[in-house]
């Protein structure tokens, strides 16, 4: 397989230049941008939903919005008010690359944007390897997904800034444990911000709400 | 990117030579094979668990658990009475392939085992185009994942014989709607046999038993 590891390598190292001119494109226009990445299903969508409509009015925003197939998610933020979504279907790549995330930029007015969402493909375990140029991954996991996976996917936790535990409003009805949850995240990341909310009832949304206002002011600042 | 693909396809048609060769070992010792793919916590650990619990009187089982990190599902396992039980730790790795199913297969005693189950790695994308030599792959899905799940990763569900909707208990309390996911999931592949259950509370356990008992019966007799 060391012809696969060394292709492997080569592919990585171009991602890395991709992903680096990114970077210094988004620095230039102050623009915070934030690769969400989780398994199918944990609610990255659904927080992008909700994001975009309680931030509307302060924030300008920007959304890619990476499936396997489809442009359902896409769709979705449309509806929910996003201004600026530009899809990405990946024909089967289990995960964004900065080479797709370049092209789709060149698609998008990016005058005035200070918050950009790479919403990745749902995958816990590629997405880990792929830098996109985004100032920070955020995961998400979901309650009914189990306390454990920080600890059986530790590349993904590791390699993000913050964890949101979605649909809380489901606790109590499977074995979640959101202290062990929390724990298990710790031991694989011990900076991880951490926030627990429900896409579905509100509860919590406002400590992300907080959070992602904090991040763009700082920017602003700088 | 054609040097990476090229790889692929030779990394691709070594796997499928190994995987006709479990298959032919299986089938010589008439042991009925499922590959189990799903997202990450979309439960096929507790399947398995109920199933080894259930089913042990009558039908002789092997378990292959892979994960990417950790011996958690395995230990899980054989607190659930499996008897045999081989774990497969990718370390990274984002699907199992069918080399690391022969050497686990190495280690395990097959004599009198009927029925083989290979629980993959949590991942909706990758595992769809390693075969493992296995009889079929069946793809789980919960109900707090979203029912567009088939569109959004067809490759998983074309390449699937049997659909199980897991956590049927938490119906209502999120948007997804069961008979849009069977609709969904007929649109990628009009064949698969569909089962609705719930781990936690039992409902539904029984028709998918009844399905695993005709098919170690009609091995028996082939």
Redesign the interface.
């Known amino acids: 397989?060391s012809?696969?590891v060394s292709?492997?390598k080569?592919?990585l190292s171009k991602n890395d230049e991709l992903a680096a001119a990114i970077r210094r494109r988004l620095s230039e226009r102050k623009i915070v941008s934030l690769n969400l990445v989780s398994?199918?299903?944990s609610g990255k969508t659904s927080l992008l939903e909700k994001t975009l409509a309680a931030l509307d009015k302060d924030i300008s925003m920007a959304v890619i919005a990476g499936?396997?197939?489809?442009e359902?998610d896409a769709i979705r933020l449309v509806k929910a008010g996003g201004k600026v979504v530009e899809p990405i279907v990946t024909g089967?790549?289990?995960h964004l690359d900065a080479n797709m995330v370049t092209q789709a930029l060149a698609k998008i007015n990016l005058a005035g944007v200070e918050l950009l969402f790479i919403e990745n493909?749902?995958?816990?375990?590629?997405p880990s390897s792929y830098d996109l140029g985004e100032d920070m991954k955020v995961v998400l996991?979901?309650t009914?997904?189990?306390d454990?996976?920080p600890?059986?996917?530790?590349?993904m936790f590791r390699r993000s800034s913050a964890m949101v535990v979605n649909?809380i409003?489901?606790l109590g009805?499977?074995d979640f444990d959101l202290e062990r949850a929390r724990k298990n995240a710790r031991t694989i990341n011990a900076q991880l911000h951490m926030f627990e909310l429900s896409c579905?009832n509100g509860t919590g949304l406002d400590s992300w709400y907080q959070w992602l206002r904090g991040l763009v002011q700082a920017k602003r600042n700088a």
């Open positions: 397989m012809e696969k292709v492997e080569k592919v398994s199918p299903g499936d396997v197939q489809t359902n089967g790549a289990c493909v749902g995958n816990l375990v590629c996991m979901s009914a997904e189990g454990d996976k600890l059986k996917y530790p590349a649909k409003d489901l009805q499977s579905r």
